[in-house]
């Protein structure tokens, strides 16, 4: 399952309901991530199964404007992508990295065609890596690896 995708999902369901415009959104996004059909289904299935029974309808559908603008910041990250992950991985593995969250965020980076970054960062420690800040539309990569505090 790609963390991007999930979260992408959040916010476009984010007042309750889906707009047309968050759903051509999503199709987009699934086309950059390279998910097939079957795993974006099997996202969405979870989602739905766990998060929209809870969500309150309050709106219609503006969570667009949200993953419109994730998105955006997402997309625009693309020459300084591949030194974050490398220096997310590396603060990865000095915090204690997870199997999880190595094969959530592997995934992701694959799906963002990074993933030989990230797995440098992590195993090739003898590589200088230069202590970056990530953005926050890395977000759920960084809680993915446990790289934020619990009141962030």
Known sequence: MTILFKHALDLAWNDGRLSRRGAVLLENLQDFLDLSDYERGVIEEKHSDE???FLITRGYGSGADLLDQW???LLDLDEELPLILVSMGRAALERGITKQGWIDVFRAAEGMGCEFDFARGVW???YEVENLEWPVALAP????LGLTDEDE
């Open 51 to 53: 998060e929209v029974p």
């Open 71 to 73: 998105m955006a910041t």
């Open 124 to 126: 090739e420690p003898e």
């Open 141 to 144: 990569v960084a809680n993915a």
